[in-house]
T-cell receptor, first 112, second 112 residues
Framework: GEDVEQSLFLSVREGDSSVINCTYT??????LYWYKQEPGAGLQLLTY?????DMKQDQRLTVLLNKKDKHLSLRIADTQTGDSAIYFC????????????FGTGTQLKVEL | GAGVSQSPSNKVTEKGKDVELRCDPI?????LYWYRQSLGQGLEFLIY????????KSGLPSDRFSAERTGGSVSTLTIQRTQQEDSAVYLC??????????FGPGTRLTVT
């Protein structure tokens, strides 16, 4: 079955790097995603990685995928107060119409 | 261009009443998804439309829930005889390709 887990909370200082982790159980995952949700807002797609890739970098964001351990991480370099939000990882399954299974979300708090 | 829009942004209804939630996808997007976000269940897939194909209704929690998509564009999610456990934020997403979903701001439904 599909199950995606994340730690609930992360606190970092402004300017530091943040690393948000996610584990999933379905080895059929095709794409893995990171979404950001600010208070009262919808989900903003940050980045995604195809399951045959190990790493993807996009400006301050780096996604690492360890397919053997079914572990996905999102690193945010030079974290800013505007990065404070809830971050969701999600997976989609081949042949599943790309419907997403989401993790529980990690609340990132950036302190001055 | 315009993103996914949803209406109403907030809806308060009495238990037992029917409600309709609307989603306007990004123009030209052939795929449309409904998800639900609640405190107890997190983010859950509800239903998926792709072009003229039969919708994937596998995530609908009960037969009180239904959705349609007219003309391959606007979608309406209908909840009949609402219950308090239906209280949640209902999110719509659309996609032109199979791996990027763009979300609307959501409709917050409160059943009293």
């Amino acid at each position: 079955g599909e199950d995606v887990e994340q730690s609930l909370f992360l606190s970092v200082r402004e300017g530091d790097s943040s690393v948000i982790n996610c584990t999933y159980t379905d080895s059929s995952s095709t794409y893995l995603y990171w979404y950001k949700q600010e208070p009262g807002a919808g989900l903003q797609l940050l980045t995604y990685i195809f399951s045959n890739m190990d790493m993807k970098q996009d400006q301050r964001l780096t996604v690492l995928l360890n397919k053997k351990d079914k572990h996905l991480s999102l690193r945010i370099a030079d974290t800013q107060t505007g990065d404070s939000a809830i971050y969701f990882c999600a997976e989609s399954i081949t042949g599943g119409g790309n419907k997403l299974t989401f993790g529980t979300g990690t609340q990132l708090k950036v302190e001055l | 261009g315009a993103g996914v829009s949803q209406s109403p942004s907030n809806k308060v209804t009495e238990k037992g009443k029917d409600v309709e939630l609307r989603c306007d996808p990004i123009s030209g997007h052939t795929a449309l998804y409904w998800y639900r976000q609640s405190l107890g269940q997190g983010l859950e897939f509800l239903i998926y439309f792709q072009g003229n194909s039969a919708p994937d209704k596998s995530g609908l929690p009960s037969d009180r829930f239904s959705a349609e998509r007219t003309g391959g564009s606007v979608s309406t999610l209908t909840i009949q005889r609402t219950q308090q456990e239906d209280s949640a934020v209902y999110l719509c997403a659309s996609s032109s390709q199979r791996y990027e979903q763009y979300f609307g701001p959501g409709t917050r439904l409160t059943v009293t």
